[in-house]
């Protein structure tokens, strides 16, 4: 009977794994949220929100109520049947996330009996009505009632790899109180069971006696008593009382496991063993049997006797604007949602050193030492626009035809004319042809650090138009001056652009008849001049210089 009890607990306990691993948590709750923080820790809270204080302050959690049913047994002197019923109530409540109190409130009832019989009993004053050297078979009948208060402890929910858990391995142990109420079935009505008990002994025992024939025993005495209980059990001299039944200490210990249903409900399978300071739970002081075997009677103590509840239990939790219980949240949750996508903790301004200050930050800059001023493409190595070798910032000659090239140190090429040219070149040096003959171009002035055209200058600007369609011969340089820092560089360039792309756009001069030239020297960093370019060679675009610079304008 006992086997097949323990045998469906076992499986119960696989089942309710098997759901509580589909078992939905919910989620941690918001340390930001003032609300379910008690008002003794909101100074706490408050510091922390300011980031003065790095720990959230501890939360209000909810109360657990549980109810546990299930098998209780008594390990004494005398055999215990089988497992009787037992029954708890408790109140829980977390202290932090390893440790809570439980106050626990139970009840349990058991039987016992000896399969062996017993001729030194006559020191329990149950079995007065009994004749010395009679075989008696000790048995009884107890009720017992404690209160206790435990300490748990629980570590399962505290993850470094997992937010949350389905389930709970928990200890405790405490102590308290407990009375309890023994009887003994010595009495047939009223006539000891001297007969039934000799009948018993003389049918099984004797010198073919088999510790096979136990049941056979146990049924046999169960049919000859009546099960009345009817007589006090042996208690000890002095011992205190409470409502009139013998009271005693106790210590418990145990272990469990629980699953968590959702955020209000979990079931849990525990084992808790209870020491109570008697020897008397089951009647009987001493273990004293007749060992038909070898004809010895034997006396021995087993000091304290103790009684064992193993049992399922349905927890509720319960408490409003509160977080669920502690042992059930992940005291490193708020730690590592914190560290990967941070809402609360104070982050520096990223520093990117940038030691050339050429716009492009050192981790990225693959020319790290590049003078100032120096015009540098994304990943900060120098410009060479027209790729003959030689930076920029040193090129005097900025685009050098490819059969020009290659060029001296400064840049600048050596272009020998082409055979079928000697002729044409001759007469020119003879003053054959002639220059081109548009005469003079106005310049256009801006204001200081500005690279939008005045009306002033746009009616210059169309005045200029005018001579330049009618001599469609004739190249024409448009020359921004100044270069000493990267800014002025810039400028001089948007300011070239701003004429050329007005003589294209608005009067409809091809592209390919302007020079373009900026940052030169010897002239007006607010000017641009129009001059004559018959003859001149160079770019009719040319990339912006410094193009991050000229978001601010």
Known sequence: MASKKYVS?????????????????????????????????????????????????KPRNQWELGLQVGAFGISGDVRNRFPGIGAAIHARKALGYVFSLRAQAGFGTTKGLNFQPSQNFTKNPAWSAYAPGSHVFYNYKTNVYDLSLQGVVTLTNIR??????????????????????????????STPYTAEFDDVYNQFLGNQFSYKDRK??????????????????????????????????????GAGVQFKLNK?????????????????????????????????ATAQSRDYDTYNFLSLGINMAIGNKSVEPLWWLNPLDYAYNEVNKPRHMKLPKPVLDDADGDGITDQFDQEPNTPAGAPVDSHGVSRDTDGDGVPDYKDKELVTPTQCQPVDADG???????????????????????????????SVTFKAKSITLSNDAKALLASAASQIKNNPDCKIAVVGYCSSSKSEQQLSWDRVNAVISYLVDKEGISQDRFIFK????????????????????????VPAPHPNLRRGR
Do not use: W
């Open 264 to 296: 209000k409900f979990s079931l849990a399978i525990e084992d808790k063993l209870t020491i109570p300071k008697t020897d008397l739970l089951d009647g009987q002081q001493f273990q004293e049997n007749d060992n038909s075997i070898t004809g010895a």
């Open 160 to 189: 470094f790899h997992k937010a949350k858990s389905s389930f709970n391995v928990y200890a405790f142990g405490g102590l308290g109180g407990m009375i309890y109420d023994t009887k003994i079935d010595a009495l047939n009505g």
């Open 518 to 541: 900026y940052g030169e020297a010897g002239g007006d960093c607010n000017t641009v001049d129009l001059q004559d370019g018959t003859g001149q060679e160079g770019p009719t675009t």
């Open 412 to 442: 600048v090429g050596k272009c020998p004319p082409p055979a079928c040219c000697d002729s044409l070149m001759k007469i020119i040096e003879e003053g054959g042809l002639h220059k081109c003959k548009i005469g003079n171009l106005p």
């Open 9 to 57: 607990i076992l499986s119960l306990t696989f089942l309710l794994a098997s759901a509580a691993s589909q078992a939905q948590l919910g989620g941690t709750y918001d340390v930001q949220d003032s609300s379910v923080i008690p008002s003794k820790r909101l100074p706490q809270h408050t510091e922390f929100m300011a980031n003065n204080y790095p720990y959230p302050a």
């Open 216 to 253: 056979d025993i146990k049924k046999a005495l169960k049919d000859k008593l009546d099960g009345s209980y009817e007589t006090e059990g042996q208690r000890d001299p002095g011992q205190p009382t409470l409502f009139k039944k013998p009271f005693r200490v106790i210590f418990n210990v």
